[in-house]
């Protein structure tokens, strides 16, 4: 069984910072993409970043030069480091990972869901 499970999150002001971590667990053979999305009220979820196993990364245009993400893939982590904070960016940020298992099954993993709130 895999778990991917995220920690981080809490509130800031305009300006600040948070860093949010994601570390997927249990029987991984090698994991693909990682990538963070975000959940505004009452909106749908959306791309943040992305990064694949090789380190290349993608960013949505409202969050380039503001928000970083990286890997450890030694410890099937990976972070969103998010600098800058904008009130639009509270919600839920989710997790996801492309796992290829050790039952040589690929398949989308996602978190539980972290909140963000970023308000004066």
């Known amino acids: 069984q895999v778990q991917v499970v995220e920690s981080g999150g809490g509130s800031v002001q305009p300006g600040g910072s948070l860093r949010l971590a994601c570390a997927a667990s249990?029987?991984?053979?090698?994991?693909?993409?990682m990538a963070w999305y975000h959940e505004a009220p009452g909106k749908q979820h959306e791309l943040v970043a992305s990064i694949n196993s090789g380190g290349r990364t993608n960013y949505a245009d409202s969050v380039k030069g503001r928000f970083t993400i990286s890997r450890d893939n030694a410890k099937n982590t990976t972070y969103l480091q998010m600098d800058s904070l904008k009130p639009e960016d509270t919600g839920v940020y989710y997790c996801y990972a492309r796992i290829h298992t050790m039952e040589v099954v690929v398949g989308d993993y996602w978190g539980q869901g972290t909140q963000v709130t970023v308000s004066p």
């Open positions: 249990g029987r991984i053979y090698s994991i693909y993409t």
